[in-house]
């Protein structure tokens, strides 16, 4: 295993650390580490807490600030966050407007999320996001997987309730965009969780793992390597398949590596993907082009689709200042 | 070779392409793909070109636009851009108050760049970055390599240009923080050119290079693998050494990954080299963390230190608005 890392016992909170220093203007970290939370809260905003296990940075704490998220609680790698650090987390962000959690779906973190909301003694709705087309279930999953497109309800709803969107709509709202949104991924190359210490599946010099999850699950089916061009028609083709969008819909594009994979290979899926997006009569107007998602060290790419409307164009465009996603300030 | 490409031959077209397509707000190609250059010229200021060979994505390219550069002249991957290309980008952005190119310390890139200055017909002038302290001389280099230094210099310079600061100021202020900054890296494993097929260095699984340079170029020496915290001290150590702040120094603290390292291990070389900074009385008041000035997907990383004063932390913050770094736009 190499990484650069002190043990991998400390991993976590010495990259929280980290985080936390780099970002002092945004974040403050909490108490034991149980959260990240948004330095200057705004009162009278529902609080978003999203959270799940560590290893896909930046997400979650990485959108954490104006116009996303009010707290991410992170786990060990891999590994569900407890209730007690969202209840901590609730306790620190909500301004009395109530707390929207938004969870990825898997089995782990919906019951912690839950257990959190039923414990929380406040307002408390959830958002559960499942955007991964590859497969039903999964390890750890019952349903389809939250993957990259997690982000992009985050996203949204940050900047719906930036805007004083009360709780049931931001709940509404989180469910349509996710509604509206499907994703895929392809991996060319496993991930190594540090506590384990050698990569989590095997994949040959000429394998790649189509449809695979952001621990490095098992996706579709295990292919010979292929061209970019026939990955992007692949994944393009199962989101379209699924989604249905009509001829002429606007979509955002995101393109996103999954931890190893270089900006160069990145922006060449995005003109794949684009291609294939045209060909079906879908114009991307808005992308997203970097590691947002990641699974530690895993080398491949997600693709995720997301339907617009005009709420959710002006919702995607409007301002956001986290460690990872800052525009219009 | 495992990477998202259709053919060795086309990688940088079609990654320039999806750049371009992402990005259409702020970019436009040149003809034959020679340049990226700002989508919106600003009339009067001085133009700021760059590039170099590509595989260091998003250096250079990444970087054009609003309070950065005016244009980036992306070469074949880790080949030198040539002269007509610095002489086409400079005729479409020179707006009549001069250019000037922000070259990397490598043979070709300075011979190209010295050659395109003589024959653009224009007044240009030049700043060569030589930032790494690792060497005094390497493959393609003679003197120091310029590294991830260059995107501060890029990025300060940039903001002066965008205030209207005239081309001999810009010419100095860009020397100036050259010398005010410093680069050292570590790769864990080796990358691979598309055209070459295979690794274009080896590394045994307990072996990393200290000092290595963005192309894979040998550094300071061959060591058995480390703690994150001995990385950080021998780096930071070798930078302060050569740049000899004084005490009570503010800096830049970049922690630059070099394209497979996930973003978990750069926030915590954040906390290791922090506390290195820390320990020596130098304040670390401003931070940039991310993959930036990489080497296609070698694992591993850099750490940049730029000594901030009252003029350079205001260059520093003034509004960027460019692919790969954004922030007050």
Redesign the interface.
């Known amino acids: 295993m ?6 991998a016992d400390t ?2 909170e ?6 936390a ?3 002092a203007d945004i974040l403050l970290l909490g108490a034991d580490r149980k959260f990240v939370r948004r330095r200057s809260l705004k009162p009278g905003k529902v609080a978003l807490i999203s959270g799940g296990g ?2 896909h ?2 997400l979650h704490a ?1 959108f954490v600030g104006h116009g996303m998220l009010d707290a991410a609680c992170p786990g060990q790698v891999f590994t569900s966050p407890t209730p007690d650090q969202m209840i901590e987390a609730a306790e620190a962000v909500d301004t009395g407007a109530g707390v929207l959690f938004i969870v990825k779906n898997y089995e782990g973190d919906v019951m912690n999320f839950t257990m959190a909301a039923e414990m929380a003694g406040r307002e408390v709705a959830s958002v559960v996001t499942n955007d991964d087309v590859a497969v039903e279930k999964s390890t750890y999953t019952t349903g389809r997987r939250g993957v990259a497109g997690t982000l992009i309800v985050e996203k949204m709803v940050g900047a719906a309730a930036e805007k004083g969107m009360p709780l049931a709509a931001l709940k509404t709202l989180g469910d349509d965009v996710n509604r509206r949104t499907r994703s895929m991924g ?1 991996a ?2 496993p991930c190594t969780v540090p506590a384990a210490g050698r990569p989590n599946f095997t994949l040959t ?1 000429n394998e ?1 793992e189509m449809g695979v999850g952001i621990h490095g699950e098992p996706g579709r089916r295990r292919v010979p ?1 292929a ?3 026939a ?1 992007a028609a692949d994944i393009v083709g199962a989101i379209l398949d699924d989604l249905e969008p009509s001829k002429g819909s606007e979509v955002v ?1 995101l393109v996103n590596g999954f ?14 993907a ?1 291609r294939i997006l045209d060909g079906a009569g879908i114009t ?1 107007t808005r ?1 997203l ?1 970097g ?1 947002y998602v ?1 699974s ?2 895993m ?3 997600s693709i995720t689709v997301s339907v617009l409307d005009d709420q959710s164009k002006e919702l995607w465009d409007a301002p956001v200042h986290t460690a990872a996603l ?4």
């Open positions: 190499k990484k650069l890392i002190n043990s991993v976590l010495e990259s929280l650390d980290g985080l220093a780099a970002h560590s290893g940075e930046p990485g392809v060319l190359l010099d790649m390597l061209s970019a061009d990955i594009l931890g190893a994979t270089p900006l160069i290979e990145l922006y060449l899926m995005v003109n794949s684009k991307a992308f082009t590691s990641t530690l060290d080398a491949g790419a800052r525009w219009r300030m």
